[in-house]
């Protein structure tokens, strides 16, 4: 059996998907998303940046690819020859556990030389893990410190530290003393459950399985089991205590008193996951229990807008800023597409922003999330537009996810636009589209300057103004009937 340090990143990650990984019918595996192709060559982009920057005289192991063993014994070699800086190299470790054969895999973007006795000589190597990611994850130094162990075993002692790359070419270095000890207690976990072949139970978290290969296997085993993750505010920790009191289905939930519920998780959390099964199992809406006696202040007026924007996260740049102004006086909906065909345009669509929003001084401005607010603010600093001039917008804005979530429960999976606007009757014009996806298709106009990929994003950008206008004007009926 084969262990490797992307197999153990998975099970720290999800367990369920190391089991499927290894075990796992492939054809039941979702077709590779745009998004994470895009996000492997950036993170290949990065490595490569770090490589000449820093590491330009770096060797690489040479040996068939498909042959790990044959990798390793190139990677100790080079070790043994002394040399600074190894890229790529494959460090093996066979290891008995509970009478099977396990060999323990690691490739560490870099093995490192410096200073120190080794059974090499006078030197010892120390591993770089390079990420995309802008801060230090507990699962980089739980891989840092997997790879430190298996480079132990190879040059007979433990590398002084462990080195992590990110995005902006900040190092951070892992103390391995606290580290390995909690690597070896996860891999001792995940080993046991390879060897014993327990697959792990479901559990859909958002966040974590929205970009997931097994996302539509385990999803609809979710679905059809009626699973308790599948309710807005379940964490892993609230699920354990469910069980504790014997509340296996959503039914069960429902109908279980909050004060039961509350002695182990809190009586107001209690609540709210009571009252949320309770409007999954009627699908209906309910008033919170702990909003308060008076509605929030959703404005109605003549004239409204309703603003969305689609971002390039890895450019900094927000690209699009779509806005349809709603006129109830004459009942005409007219949709702003602000876009930046090219990067540098970004100064113009925040100037046109501002021109058009304040062509209605007094009108609200409706959005879905804290983005687009914060983006207010940062393209006001970008291009040193006024503070005088700014404050009055932001006066103007009415998030109405704070809204939803505040006064409002639903019977949806999620709080997102798309969850909320489905289940009051919007759908989008391309189905299956999401933010992420339109990350990609920037990126492609960018770079075939084909006016297909511009199309679908003002569609989807389009939609999801409008989604915020059904929205608004569900929970304007919603609070004026309750």
Same mark, same amino acid.
């Given at each position: 059996?084969?262990?490797?340090?992307?197999?153990?990143?998975?099970?720290?990650?999800?367990?369920?998907?190391?089991f499927l990984n290894t075990y796992g019918n492939r054809q039941q595996q979702d077709p590779e998303r745009d998004f994470l192709l895009k996000l492997r060559q950036e993170s290949q982009i990065h490595v490569e940046k770090v490589l000449l920057e820093f590491y330009p005289d770096y060797q690489r192991?040479?040996?068939?690819?498909?042959?790990?063993?044959?990798?390793?014994?190139?990677?100790?070699?080079?070790?043994?020859?002394?040399?600074?800086?190894?890229?790529?190299?494959?460090?093996?470790?066979?290891?008995?556990?509970?009478?099977?054969?396990?060999?323990?895999?690691?490739?560490?973007?870099?093995?490192?030389?410096?200073?120190?006795?080794?059974?090499?000589?006078?030197?010892?190597?120390?591993?770089?893990?390079?990420?995309?990611?802008?801060?230090?994850?507990?699962?980089?130094?739980?891989?840092?410190?997997?790879?430190?162990?298996?480079?132990?075993?190879?040059?007979?002692?433990?590398?002084?530290?462990?080195?992590?790359?990110?995005?902006?070419?900040?190092?951070t270095f892992v103390e391995l003393d606290i580290w390995i000890p909690r690597m070896q207690e996860t891999l001792f976990d995940c080993m046991e459950m390879l060897v014993k072949k327990q697959e792990p139970e479901v559990f859909i978290s958002r966040q974590r399985c929205s970009l997931c290969h097994w996302h539509t296997h385990c999803y609809t085993i979710a679905q059809s089991q009626q699973h308790l993750s599948l309710v807005p505010g379940i964490t892993p920790n609230r699920y354990e205590s469910l069980q504790t009191l014997g509340v296996f289905t959503v039914?069960?939930?429902?109908?279980?008193?909050?004060?039961?519920?509350?002695?182990?998780?809190?009586?107001?959390?209690?609540?709210?996951?009571?009252?949320?099964?309770?409007?999954?199992?009627?699908?209906?809406?309910?008033?919170?229990?702990?909003?308060?006696?008076?509605?929030?202040?959703?404005?109605?007026?003549?004239?409204?807008?309703?603003?969305?924007?689609?971002?390039?996260?890895?450019?900094?740049?927000?690209?699009?800023?779509?806005?349809?102004?709603?006129?109830?006086?004459?009942?005409?909906?007219?949709?702003?597409?602000?876009?930046?065909?090219? #990067?540098?345009?970004?100064?113009?669509?925040?100037?046109?922003?501002?021109?058009?929003?304040? #062509?209605?001084?007094?009108?609200?401005?409706?959005?879905?999330?804290?983005?687009?607010?914060? #983006?207010?603010?940062?393209?006001?600093?970008?291009?040193?537009?006024?503070?005088?001039?700014?404050?009055?917008?932001?006066?103007?804005?009415?998030?109405?996810?704070?809204?939803? #979530?505040?006064?409002?429960?639903?019977?949806?999976?999620?709080?997102?636009?798309?969850?909320?606007?489905?289940?009051?009757?919007?759908?989008?014009?391309?189905?299956?589209?999401?933010?992420?996806?339109?990350?990609?298709?920037?990126?492609?106009?960018?770079?075939?300057?084909?006016?297909?990929?511009?199309?679908?994003?003002?569609?989807?950008?389009?939609?999801?103004?409008?989604?915020?206008?059904?929205?608004?004007?569900?929970?304007?009926?919603?609070?004026?009937?309750?």
């Amino acid at each position: 059996m084969l262990l490797t340090d992307a197999l153990l990143l998975d099970y720290k990650r999800c367990q369920r998907r190391a089991f499927l990984n290894t075990y796992g019918n492939r054809q039941q595996q979702d077709p590779e998303r745009d998004f994470l192709l895009k996000l492997r060559q950036e993170s290949q982009i990065h490595v490569e940046k770090v490589l000449l920057e820093f590491y330009p005289d770096y060797q690489r192991p040479e040996a068939d690819l498909s042959n790990p063993k044959a990798l390793a014994q190139a990677t100790e070699v080079l070790m043994l020859e002394g040399v600074s800086c190894i890229y790529h190299g494959v460090l093996l470790r066979s290891h008995s556990f509970q009478g099977h054969s396990i060999d323990l895999l690691g490739t560490p973007h870099l093995l490192i030389k410096q200073p120190g006795q080794s059974k090499f000589g006078d030197w010892q190597y120390y591993s770089t893990s390079i990420q995309l990611g802008r801060r230090p994850k507990p699962e980089y130094k739980m891989i840092a410190a997997y790879h430190a162990d298996l480079l132990m075993s190879i040059q007979g002692v433990t590398p002084k530290t462990a080195q992590i790359i990110l995005r902006r070419h900040h190092p951070t270095f892992v103390e391995l003393d606290i580290w390995i000890p909690r690597m070896q207690e996860t891999l001792f976990d995940c080993m046991e459950m390879l060897v014993k072949k327990q697959e792990p139970e479901v559990f859909i978290s958002r966040q974590r399985c929205s970009l997931c290969h097994w996302h539509t296997h385990c999803y609809t085993i979710a679905q059809s089991q009626q699973h308790l993750s599948l309710v807005p505010g379940i964490t892993p920790n609230r699920y354990e205590s469910l069980q504790t009191l014997g509340v296996f289905t959503v039914e069960a939930l429902a109908a279980t008193s909050p004060n039961n519920l509350g002695e182990l998780i809190g009586l107001e959390v209690a609540s709210q996951l009571q009252q949320q099964a309770q409007s999954i199992v009627e699908n209906r809406a309910f008033r919170k229990h702990n909003s308060s006696k008076h509605w929030p202040n959703i404005p109605n007026s003549p004239i409204e807008f309703y603003f969305d924007i689609e971002a390039e996260p890895e450019q900094n740049l927000d690209y699009l800023l779509g806005v349809l102004r709603v006129n109830h006086l004459d009942n005409t909906q007219i949709f702003y597409p602000l876009l930046a065909e090219k #990067t540098e345009d970004e100064k113009i669509i925040w100037q046109n922003f501002l021109k058009l929003v304040n #062509t209605d001084p007094k009108a609200p401005i409706f959005h879905f999330s804290e983005y687009e607010v914060e #983006t207010i603010k940062r393209l006001a600093y970008l291009y040193g537009t006024p503070v005088s001039e700014i404050y009055p917008i932001l006066a103007r804005c009415v998030d109405l996810h704070q809204k939803v #979530t505040q006064f409002v429960t639903l019977p949806v999976e999620s709080y997102s636009l798309k969850s909320l606007a489905n289940w009051i009757g919007f759908h989008w014009r391309d189905q299956g589209v999401s933010g992420d996806q339109c990350v990609c298709w920037y990126d492609q106009w960018l770079k075939t300057g084909d006016r297909n990929f511009l199309e679908a994003i003002l569609r989807y950008n389009e939609d999801d103004c409008r989604a915020t206008f059904h929205l608004k004007n569900w929970m304007s009926h919603f609070f004026l009937d309750s």
